[in-house]
């Protein structure tokens, strides 16, 4: 029996209320310790051993003697095992006033995990009053529900990108996409109306997207959307055809002056520098020029390599300009500023 | 009805009865065949709709298909995570029915919003209990009978239950705890990875 408190108590009492208490002499050797405790080393180690030989203190750190941890009645402690696993506990320390002797109760705190891990532990190891298997119950229940949440997600992420494919919309730049040039392209050929095509493709974004990164090059794609929406009417289709090409279709626009007029002010505009945080982007554009008549019989592919044709004549006359599809052979209709006319590509 | 109740449903029915059986089902009862979402909360009408359906393909009653949803909810690797949690409860199947008046704060602890079967646990004679379930859902107790069997097995203990009555939203299941060692039973380790 030890006095604690004025209360008398035995060592099974104590080993039931506090399965990992120490009971230590006051010369620092183990008088007895609890089930739970004795289990962490199957292998004895308790009985008479020195308390500081077994534990080193984590809190305070300077305790080195049976003393000094006496000076600690009545604190908060931690220690952990000398010898691995050197699974941590915390706990406090009383001394008893009849004999001088220690009482110390621990408990694993945040290395239950661990602890659990590591030992071969059941509900029953632990105190009725301890809420350890309430925090392992929550820990499991938490990861339940979280695998839950993470596949929530990933249908979402699913249904995103499925509705994107549907989508018509870029959503970096707010123009239409591939899959609405597609269908407006058909319409217009099959209501047999005219229309102006334009395929524009930045200069140098390249160079901005490897300089400054990602984000001042989806900037310049977004520059760019607002100059061709403020450049051309309401009724003009603007597409991003993918990357940094851009499709515009002007429908019932067959003027070459007209569509010329709006490639040399898209270029001008886009040649404007354009600041993203302390750096300047400079980029031009090349762009490619056909026509289609009332009732044309051509598909949208053709139309489409024409353009593809035309741009690719510009790229080739030092890029910055604009060429006409014609039936023989493109010519930069546009000579690129401040170059000298572009040689007509030879045939 | 909480989506993990009804997400519950519909992946007892697949695994147990197939994918095809499923789609017949989700068809009559007018719910997608993708299934439920687990963490939304669905109309109670929508759970009587599918539950109701799948009694007429299966030509089997109410309580007898939510006691295999019980057995299932407990038995099967895809649920394990709820037979664990369910250990948890106690060291004992004793320990265990004590815990059981718990149940919907520890789910509530895990999932704010699942409201799960009130129960009520009472000593009749040693090692006899009645138990009250009430809920909103008519037919939880035959849910936790087929549960309540399954984890008296897991637990290696060997109890006679049975589903005595219901008066409207309250049922009773009497238990009878025969032997509470009867057989080894399954392991059951706090770490989830032993």
């Known amino acids: 029996m030890s006095g604690v408190g004025g209360f008398s108590i035995s060592n099974e009492a104590l080993d039931c209320l506090m399965p990992m208490h120490v009971r230590v002499s006051p010369t620092g050797h183990i008088l007895h310790a609890g089930?739970?405790?004795?289990?962490?080393?199957?292998?004895?180690?308790?009985?008479?051993?020195?308390?500081?030989?077994?534990?080193?203190?984590?809190?305070?750190?300077?305790?080195?003697?049976?003393?000094?941890?006496?000076?600690?009645?009545?604190?908060?402690?931690?220690l952990q095992f000398r010898v691995p696993p050197k699974t941590g506990f915390k706990g406090a320390l009383v001394l008893s006033e009849a004999d001088g002797s220690l009482l110390l109760n621990l408990s694993f705190g945040i290395s239950l995990v661990d602890a659990i891990r590591e030992y071969d532990l059941h509900a029953a190891?632990?105190?009725?009053?301890?809420?350890?298997?309430?925090?392992?119950?929550?820990?499991?229940?938490?990861?339940?529900?979280?695998?839950?949440?993470?596949?929530?997600?990933?249908?979402?992420?699913?249904?995103?990108?499925?509705?994107?494919?549907?989508?018509?919309?870029?959503?970096?730049?707010?123009?239409?996409?591939?899959?609405?040039?597609?269908?407006?392209?058909?319409?217009?050929?099959?209501?047999?109306?005219?229309?102006?095509?334009?395929?524009?493709?930045?200069?140098?974004?390249?160079?901005?997207?490897?300089?400054?990164?990602?984000?001042?090059?989806?900037?310049?794609?977004?520059?760019?959307?607002?100059?061709?929406?403020?450049?051309?009417?309401?009724?003009?289709?603007?597409?991003?055809?993918?990357?940094?090409?851009?499709?515009?279709?002007?429908?019932?626009?067959?003027?070459?002056?007209?569509?010329?007029?709006?490639?040399?002010?898209?270029?001008?505009?886009?040649?404007?520098?354009?600041?993203?945080?302390?750096?300047?982007?400079?980029?031009?554009?090349?762009?490619?020029?056909?026509?289609?008549?009332?009732?044309?019989?051509?598909?949208?592919?053709?139309?489409?390599?024409?353009?593809?044709?035309?741009?690719?004549?510009?790229?080739?006359?030092?890029?910055?300009?604009?060429?006409?599809?014609?039936?023989?052979?493109?010519?930069?209709?546009?000579?690129?500023?401040?170059?000298?006319?572009?040689?007509?590509?030879?045939? | 009805m909480h989506g993990l109740i009804n997400r519950s449903f519909e992946s007892f029915l697949k695994i147990t009865y197939g994918t095809s059986l499923w789609n017949d089902v989700a068809d009559g009862a007018g719910v997608s065949r993708q299934g439920f979402e687990a963490l939304q909360i669905y109309d109670d009408q929508v759970s009587e709709a599918v539950l109701g359906q799948a009694m007429q393909v299966l030509g089997r009653p109410r309580g007898a298909l939510l006691e295999d949803l019980g057995i299932y909810l407990v038995s099967h690797p895809t649920t394990e995570s709820l037979r664990r949690l369910l250990r948890f409860g106690g060291a004992t199947f004793a320990e265990f029915l004590q815990s059981l008046d718990e149940l919907p704060d520890r789910a509530r602890l895990a999932v704010p919003e699942l409201d799960l079967p009130h129960l009520d646990l009472r000593d009749n004679a040693p090692g006899s209990f009645i138990l009250t379930s009430r809920w909103t859902f008519p037919g939880a107790?035959?849910?936790?009978?087929?549960?309540?069997?399954?984890?008296?097995?897991?637990?290696?203990?060997?109890?006679?239950?049975?589903?005595?009555?219901?008066?409207?939203?309250?049922?009773?299941?009497?238990?009878?705890?025969?032997?509470?060692?009867?057989?080894?039973?399954?392991?059951?380790?706090?770490?989830?990875?032993?």
């Open chain 1, 35 to 78: 089930p739970t405790l004795r289990k962490l080393r199957p292998d004895g180690g308790f009985a008479g051993a020195r308390l500081l030989e077994m534990f080193q203190l984590r809190n305070p750190r300077s305790v080195q003697s049976i003393s000094e941890l006496r000076g600690c009645a009545g604190r908060r402690i931690k």
């Open chain 2, 141 to 194: 107790g035959h849910v936790m009978v087929g549960a309540l069997r399954t984890m008296a097995d897991d637990y290696g203990a060997l109890v006679l239950l049975d589903h005595v009555g219901s008066d409207g939203q309250t049922e009773t299941i009497s238990i009878d705890l025969l032997d509470h060692d009867f057989s080894k039973g399954r392991d059951f380790h706090l770490a989830a990875e032993l």
């Open chain 1, 125 to 347: 190891d632990f105190a009725a009053t301890d809420m350890s298997v309430e925090l392992l119950y929550l820990i499991e229940a938490k990861s339940a529900a979280m695998d839950e949440s993470r596949k929530l997600n990933r249908h979402l992420q699913a249904a995103k990108v499925a509705a994107e494919e549907q989508a018509f919309t870029d959503t970096l730049t707010g123009l239409k996409n591939r899959r609405a040039m597609a269908h407006i392209l058909e319409r217009y050929l099959a209501q047999g109306r005219a229309f102006g095509l334009m395929q524009l493709d930045l200069d140098f974004f390249k160079e901005v997207n490897d300089r400054l990164g990602h984000a001042a090059g989806d900037h310049v794609l977004q520059k760019a959307a607002e100059i061709m929406v403020a450049h051309t009417r309401t009724d003009t289709t603007l597409i991003r055809a993918g990357g940094d090409e851009f499709v515009l279709i002007f429908p019932d626009v067959t003027s070459a002056e007209t569509l010329l007029a709006i490639a040399e002010r898209l270029i001008a505009t886009l040649e404007e520098p354009i600041p993203f945080g302390a750096a300047t982007c400079k980029i031009s554009g090349s762009i490619g020029i056909s026509t289609v008549p009332e009732n044309c019989r051509a598909d949208a592919s053709q139309l489409l390599d024409q353009v593809d044709q035309a741009l690719y004549a510009s790229k080739r006359a030092g890029r910055g300009c604009a060429t006409f599809y014609t039936d023989a052979l493109p010519i930069p209709a546009m000579p690129p500023a401040g170059r000298d006319p572009a040689p007509r590509p030879g045939v």
